[in-house]
Structures are given as structure tokens and as C-alpha cells.
């Protein structure tokens, strides 16, 4: 029986290829279809964006979903109440570059501790097209904000400057951290919470037309999920020369289960 067969040594991880490994030099089959899936869920996102983009465009007052805006505007006009208020209002300043502009510097900082080079590429890079998103699509659609708003704002309407910095930054805290799997899952529901409760403060504020939010959320995750499709080559390509002994930290750092590895042991499934 070969020294591979038998059972795992200090320096060998075993690799289940029925589990979408996310380590760069563990590019599986499995890997590379999830890769797909989230590719094809960041493509229906942004192409919902741009649609309503487009739409904004086109006609800035009265777009072909205005009736669906001034519904939901009417409903959270007659809906508001003063608890709910005040949690609104509290998640305006975390949405704000107060909070957002610490947090994602410190994640940074932490992914240069780590040395991990392509998440740190990715969420910077995931920030970058975000916040390019922001003020010229603002600019171009020059869409009023509804009127019965309550809290300060500025600029244009669409899209939503909240919605689009809370989804990629914690959908890019996600992407960034954790590996795919069960953990990314589990965190990827709490993202969606975030972005979710951000889209709904800025309407139930009155700061926001409910589609300036929902594209908001879309680009958001689409521009956080399809920036690490994109650079998940660049991935791989660190993955197969970083040395031993830093793979192994990078991969205990990450949380990942069962042995460290050095050399990859593949189970039968």
C-alpha cells in the first residue's frame, strides 16, 4: 500500500472532492462549478442593476416601476412609528462612511497581516467599483428623491449609496474571510440580512425610492461576488507558488477543518 493510501500524516490534509475546496491550489471540480454558479448569480444581479439603470435613464421622473415606488413609499409613509424610526435612523449612520470607512479599513489592515494577497485585491478592488457605481450613476440619472423623506440627504436618488456600501462591503467581508462552504453560507445569510435592513431603512426613511435600494443591493453583491470570479485565477496562480510552510498558516488562519497541508491526500467519495 502506497504512503499516500494510508492515513493522513502531520503534513497531509485530506481533500473530500465533494466539497468546493477554496484554497487557491485546491482548484477541484467542484470548485470550479460553484465558481460557475456564483458567476451566474452575480451576472442576474448586475443585470437587474443595469436594467434599472437603464430604466432611470430614460425617464428619470417616471420610470415603468414609479407605481410599484409610490406604493411602497405610501405604505411605509402611513407604517412609521418611533421605535422603528430610531433603528432606521441608527442603521443611516452605520450605513455611513463613519462606519463603513473604519470597518473596511480594518479589514484590510487584517488581510495584510495575513499576507492574503488576491482577498485583499478582491475586496479593494470589490470597494473601488462600488463606490464608482455611486456618484456618476447619481449624476447621469439626476432622479429626485421621494418627498416625504425625514432624514438629511444630498445628491441624486439613484441608486442608493447605503444600500450599495452595505451589501459589498459585507457581502466583501465574506468573500474575503471566509472559504466556500457551509461558513460562507451560513455568513452569506447574514450579509443578505445587512443589506436587506440597510434597503429598508432608506425607504422606510423616505430617503429613498424602493428601486433605488433594490439596485443598490444588486450591484452590491454582484460587484462583490463577480470580482472574486474574475480574480479567482490570479487566485490559483498565488495558490501554486506561495511556500509550504505559508500555505499551511494561511489555511489554519481561515479556519479551515482537519489537517494542515503541505501535500493533498484525495479520499475515494
Known amino acids: 500500500m502506497s504512503t499516500e493510501s494510508s492515513s493522513p500524516s502531520p503534513v497531509d490534509e485530506v481533500v473530500d472532492p465533494n466539497e468546493p475546496v477554496a484554497d487557491a491550489a485546491h482548484d477541484s471540480m467542484v470548485l470550479r462549478r ?14 437587474i442593476a443595469v436594467v434599472a439603470t437603464a430604466s432611470v435613464l430614460a425617464d428619470p ?23 422603528f424610526v430610531r433603528l432606521a435612523e441608527w442603521l443611516d449612520v452605520a450605513g455611513s462612511v463613519v462606519v463603513t470607512v473604519p470597518l473596511r479599513l480594518l479589514a484590510i489592515v487584517v488581510l495584510l497581516l495575513r499576507r492574503r494577497w488576491t482577498q485583499l485585491a478582491i475586496f479593494v478592488t470589490a470597494l473601488v467599483l462600488s463606490e464608482l ?4 450613476l447619481k449624476a447621469w440619472t439626476g432622479r429626485e428623491r421621494p418627498p416625504v423623506g425625514i432624514v438629511e440627504t444630498s445628491n441624486a436618488s439613484f441608486p442608493s449609496g447605503h444600500s450599495i456600501a452595505a451589501a459589498v462591503t459585507a457581502f466583501g467581508l465574506v468573500v474575503a474571510f471566509l472559504p466556500r462552504g457551509r461558513r460562507r453560507l451560513r455568513w452569506g445569510i447574514v450579509a443578505t440580512l445587512v443589506a436587506a435592513s440597510m434597503a ?9 425610492w424602493a428601486s433605488d ?22 487566485r490559483t496562480s498565488v495558490g501554486e507558488h506561495v511556500d509550504p510552510d505559508s500555505a499551511a498558516l494561511d489555511r489554519d488562519e481561515r479556519g479551515a477543518d482537519g489537517p494542515t497541508s503541505i501535500r493533498r491526500v484525495t479520499t475515494d467519495p
Open 34 to 47: 460553484a465558481r460557475r454558479r456564483a458567476a451566474a448569480f452575480a451576472a442576474v444581479l448586475l443585470c
Open 61 to 83: 421622473v417616471a420610470p415603468w416601476f414609479q407605481p410599484f415606488d409610490d406604493a411602497v413609499s405610501e405604505w411605509a409613509q402611513e407604517h412609521r412609528s418611533a421605535p
Open 133 to 136: 457605481c455611486i456618484g456618476p
Open 200 to 208: 429598508w431603512s432608506r425607504v422606510y426613511l423616505g430617503a429613498h
Open 213 to 234: 435600494t433594490i439596485a443598490g443591493v444588486c450591484f452590491g453583491v454582484g460587484i462583490a461576488i463577480g470580482t472574486e470570479v474574475l480574480l479567482e485565477g490570479a
